[in-house]
């Protein structure tokens, strides 16, 4: 585990503060090095609470702050206090929403299990309500995604982009998800329920989907809805918080922390390594260890001693910029990778980015103009990131 000095090297005194409050929590840090930390250093306290926005841990942080009676800016613990209560009542939505859908999933025979999101915080975090969640996501067996369509229209789901029928099959094998937001309520709460039959992209190795999950499921604790066994449970988060997005917020370094600490000896690590071998991104998974070693003092299985990459709190940077702020993790896939895997990666990259996408499909055009997306899809890209790096 990194000293504070060694991480005030890397880190910016707000985030050592935030890494500090984490291992707090987890018992890696003394209570009095932590009040040391925030008596002798000079913290800028609007930058503290905007990165712990931008990571989506003011709910987490909140908790730890108040467990232990420490003494911070007044005005952003209020800032902190609000946003854990809002989080709160988020949660208790999403809870309820996702009972729903599992029952009704299972009565009309669609095969999906729920991952991440506050069912999550449930089996892994001391407090269901600690952990910051911005959607729902139900991985789906492709067989049965049309399925789920037809559910979530007949139950007056949003749906950004009603997709013509004709389209749905390019869809199906070139998309990964479908997102939908819940009815209105009348307390004024909605979120967004994300179907999803591919755990990543095209441009990724293919990665296992519902099916290889489904032999795999426990009863949750004071719940009716089916989760995961532990071990296939981080192989599902980690598909997103080390590969999809590796680390990208630090929600994530603490996702996967949680489930190290609370699991334990169930967690199998060989079974976990054989998978990401077999995928060649073992080195995504090595880095991830390391990262829970070095920032957060847990030791997550024995990696070898091969060169492996992370960043963290890449969330804070260009955040203002978000297409900018998402190229960061090209680092971390490149320095992850092998020259043969970059060129192969990037070769699809380009070819995921001028593939025709949802909104492009909308245009519903004839079949004989169908070929014209493949034009105007990298006009309209174009187009797009030009605005949003102007404004």
Known sequence: MLSTQQLRRRYSAEQTLIILLCRLYFKKALLLDVQKYLEDTDIDWTLFYKSAQLNSIRGFLYDIIETFDLKIDYSVLNMLKAAASTIQQKNLYQLKITRELARDFQVHNIHALSYKGAFFATSYYKKPFL???????FLVSQRDVIKAIEYFKEHNYHHKYDIPTKYLGYVM???????????????????????????VESHFNAFPGYDFFSGNFKKRDGTDVPGLNETYDFICVSSHHLLKEPLFKFK???DLACIVNTAGERLDFEKIEDLYLKLGYERFLYAGSAALTDILGIQFGTSPQVEAFYAIFLADKNAHLPMVNRLQLFKTFIKNQSLRQNFVFMIKVIRSVARPNISDLLLNLPPRLVPLLF????VRLMNKYIIKLLT
């Open 375 to 378: 034009i105007i899809r990298p």
């Open 173 to 199: 094998k070139n998309c990964r998800d479908l997102s939908f937001k819940t009815p209105g309520h009348f307390s004024g709460l909605s979120c967004s329920v994300e179907i999803q039959w591919s755990l």
């Open 252 to 254: 994530y370094l603490v």
């Open 131 to 137: 952990r910051e969640s911005s959607d729902i996501d």
